[in-house]
């Protein structure tokens, strides 16, 4: 059920599902999603005493039509909660909650109103995703709606529209504020009276001569958590403490609910982002073909290692990232590096075998360099199919990132290392192995200290990359002596619980 624009700005506050304001959805309505977290809700109600979330929709609406000046905005539409959901039957209650992946798929737009106080504002300038809002990002309902759009509209293949409306100042600070005196006229336009928070807001000083509302766009992205800045990377990106079912909730009858959608979604987005990624990846190859440029097998590419920072041992680093020189003669030769990324995308344990099909396929078979699972969700029986299963038979690859994996602690080394003992690991040609935050302690540290000195599998390694786990300084020193064992193989150690002796 939705209600139209015009229908919504004649009515002058957020309206409930018994004004019987709704209709059904039509096929030429452009949907706004109003995403938002309760401002009231011990008292049952969305917005506060003076309807600021009212006229922040109004206006954020707006700005939104205006951005986007080839829709007809009397084809706009808006789904919010307490509308758009029945609010007095459980029954049709529970019915209007399991439709909202029905009407995340079907909307346009997803529209979240930022709170007018001062650390949301200050927080809105910075925000980079909708878990970066503050009073919503924390919330695992205002997650699950986030998702949900950000999921389907991927494997749909639209665009990614999510939208924040609000107050952005980054001098934002209630002590500097004066409701009491302060001009209503100031910067703050409504067809409501504004809010004591609102008015406080329009008065605060600073550069700029106070704060705006503005129009963000966001979308959650790689390079947070502690990997690789990924700009420009298509698609949504969520790690393991962004997802839904990790967020805050009244009921924990509601995670339940709440994971069981994740899971439905998830699935479906992890199964299109593999095939996804195995079309690029195949179309890519064709193209350079074409263009006879040859990928490459044997070995050399561009990778990235540690400068001479060195530690307690030569072949430890601690710091800082490098090129090495082969990879301009890698360059001249007409060798080009190809990455099957999943960066990201929620792959599970269980997803493993279906991404094994993909990497089967003939064309990523024989091409790929560089198998980038990090920031997943892959576990120990997960680690034991890559290894034993798919690995060895990338005739071609030559690093595996497996960084921001929480779920691999020990039981995944175990697993890898278990692995290794087995005889169709053995043409392995792996150069780069990164295993940066993964929840990996001494105890794991033992496990690759102990194949790395007594294992003739994986002689090709030159880099191993233990950065940002739990190692304390016995770990290190056990993984160090064990590297020496491996002529020039290199340890990053950087972030891990280390003396500085």
Not at 76 to 92: G, H, P, T
Not at 254 to 262: A, K, P, V, W
Not at 267 to 286: C, H, P, R
Request: aromatic letters at 8%; proline letters at 3%.
């Amino acid at each position: 059920m939705v209600i139209e624009l015009q229908k919504w700005k004649t009515l002058g506050h957020f309206p409930r599902s018994s004004e019987g304001v709704t209709r059904l959805v039509r096929s030429s309505d452009e949907v706004i999603f109003i995403s938002h977290r309760w401002w009231q809700p011990a008292a049952g109600h969305p917005d506060d005493t003076y309807g600021s979330k009212y006229g922040l929709i109004c206006r954020g609406v707006d700005q939104l039509l205006r951005r986007h000046s080839g829709i007809n905005p009397s084809n706009a539409v808006l789904w919010a909660d307490f509308a758009s959901i029945e609010q007095d039957n459980r029954e049709l209650q529970q019915a209007g909650i399991a439709s909202l992946v029905v009407y995340a798929a079907r909307s346009s737009f997803v529209l979240t109103p930022v709170q007018p106080e001062p650390t949301a504002a200050r927080a809105f300038v910075t925000a980079q995703g909708p878990g970066d809002l503050v009073n919503y990002g924390d919330r695992a309902w205002c997650r699950l709606e986030t998702y949900v759009f950000l999921c389907l509209h991927e494997v749909m293949r639209r665009d990614l529209l999510y939208y924040a409306y609000g107050t952005a100042y980054k001098y934002a600070d209630s002590a500097n504020t004066n409701p009491t005196v302060c001009n209503q006229r100031a910067n703050i336009s409504s067809t409501q009276n504004p809010s004591l928070s609102t008015k406080a807001m329009a008065c605060i000083l600073g550069q700029g001569g106070g704060p705006r509302e503005i129009l963000k766009l966001l979308v959650p992205s790689a390079g947070k958590n502690g990997g690789e800045s990924k700009v420009g990377k298509e698609g949504a990106h969520f790690s393991r403490d962004e997802l839904p079912s990790s967020g805050e909730v009244t009921s924990e009858l509601d995670r339940r609910i709440i994971r069981r959608i994740e899971n439905d979604v998830r699935t479906t987005y992890v199964n299109y982002a593999i095939l996804s990624m195995k079309a690029k990846f195949d179309a890519a190859a064709e193209a350079r073909a074409q263009k006879g440029l040859r990928i490459s097998s044997s070995g050399h590419s561009t990778l990235r290692f540690l400068p001479e920072l060195r530690s307690t041992f030569g072949n430890v680093t601690t710091s800082g990232t490098s090129t090495l020189n082969e990879s301009q003669s890698f360059r001249e030769r007409g060798l080009l590096q190809m990455t099957f990324d999943l960066n990201g995308k929620q792959v599970r344990s269980e997803d493993v075998d279906f991404l094994k099909s993909a990497l089967w396929s003939g064309t990523v078979k024989h091409n790929v360099n560089v198998l980038d699972l990090s920031d997943n969700l892959i576990g120990a029986s997960g680690v034991a199919t890559l290894f034993k299963h798919v690995l060895p038979h990338l005739s071609s690859l030559i690093e595996l990132n497996l960084s921001n994996n929480p779920k691999l602690g020990l039981e995944g080394i175990k697993a890898l290392v278990k692995s290794f003992h087995d005889e169709s690991t053995s043409e392995l040609k792996l150069r780069t192995l990164r295993l940066s935050h993964c929840l990996l302690g001494d105890k794991s540290a033992a496990h690759l200290a102990n194949w790395l000195q007594t294992s003739t599998s994986l002689r090709s390694l030159k880099l191993l990359d233990v950065g940002f786990n739990d190692m304390q300084d016995d770990g290190v020193w056990l993984l160090a002596q064990a590297s020496m064992t491996r002529g020039g193989l290199k340890l990053k150690v950087e972030g891990n619980n280390i003396s500085a002796k």
